[in-house]
């Protein structure tokens, strides 16, 4: 196992440091850190109990009324492209049969829940702002952070699907440095219910693609390198529940299908400096005059 995950724990810092030297030496050789028990468990349930209540307050309904609308592909990009400041659910492809009813119970169905938990749940709120975090930020050189999007991640037994090899940067491209991704692991996440896999080091490779927003809300791709992921130098990050893998916009990671029993929730919070500058032509925008808010 790559030395990053497996010595990530251990590392001995300074005291009232997250994490030492040795650590943010593998963060910046590896594009990625595994730092284990970040989150106390009591944290994790209560996230994982609240993007229940969430589910079971969702009436589907709508949502599959628009998609099944004549406008269907319309609609479905603009739910999608007016998330950024909402809380909106996305099912898992395919789960809404052609008579546009789901196939099986919405809790199955859904793949994840975004973009804004982190400004408009308090549950959510509070959670994305624990000191914890903003002292990790700092102390991987991301001062006065500020959150982008947050993402509620289901992974459904037998239900949810592969997310194929991709940069965050693709969706979030900022003028300075790569935005930082952190990614908790509210469940033990294995080989079998679809842990995350990277490429060590593939964060030195430039962005391969852009996702853009232009007029008229118009989306397309713009693809700089069109050569196939190395997908045989991923490894995995299985890693128990509480876990958090911190993740630079560059680094190229992926996620299997959950073949297994076992349900593998995450939740995921990507972040910038302030000095930084938030292209306007991502796909994720707020309102006119709203701003990204930071962590106090
Ligand atoms: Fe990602």
């Known amino acids: 196992m790559n030395d990053n995950v497996a010595t990530g724990e251990k590392s001995t810092h300074k005291k009232g440091s997250l994490i030492s030297p040795l650590q ?63 809380i909106r659910f996305f099912f898992e492809e395919g789960a809404i049969s052609e008579e546009g009813q789901l196939k099986a119970d919405k809790s199955y169905c859904i793949n994840k829940i975004g973009h804004a938990l982190h400004d408009l749940d308090p549950t959510f709120y509070c959670a994305s702002r624990l000191h914890k975090i903003a002292v990790l930020l700092k102390e991987l050189g991301v001062d006065q952070p500020l959150l982008l999007q947050s993402m509620y991640i289901c992974k459904q037994p037998h239900f949810g699907g592969e997310v194929t090899c991709h940069q965050d940067s693709t969706y979030l491209i900022t003028e300075k440095e790569p935005v930082i991704g952190l990614w908790f692991a509210l469940e033990d996440a294995t080989l079998e219910n679809g842990c995350l896999w990277a490429i060590p080091g593939g964060h030195q490779q430039p962005l391969k693609s852009r996702f853009i927003r232009g007029a008229n809300n118009h989306i397309h791709t713009e693809v700089y390198d069109d050569k196939p992921w190395e997908l045989s130098k991923m490894i995995p990050l299985e890693v128990p529940k509480g876990s958090v893998i911190v993740l630079n916009g560059l680094l190229p990671h992926m996620s299997k299908k959950n073949t297994s029993e076992k349900s593998r929730h995450a939740y995921t919070l990507h972040f910038m400096s302030s000095d930084n500058v938030f292209a306007k032509d991502n796909w994720l925008a707020l309102a006119p005059d709203a701003t990204f808010k930071g962590m106090l």
């Open 24 to 86: 943010k030496q593998y963060y910046e050789r590896d594009g990625f850190l595994v730092i284990k028990n970040f989150l106390p468990k009591e944290v994790c349930n209560l996230l994982i109990q609240r993007a229940r209540q969430l589910i079971d307050a969702f009436d589907p309904g709508e949502v599959i009324t628009t998609f099944s609308s004549v406008t269907h592909q319309h609609a479905q990009h603009l739910y999608f492209l007016e998330s950024g400041d909402k």
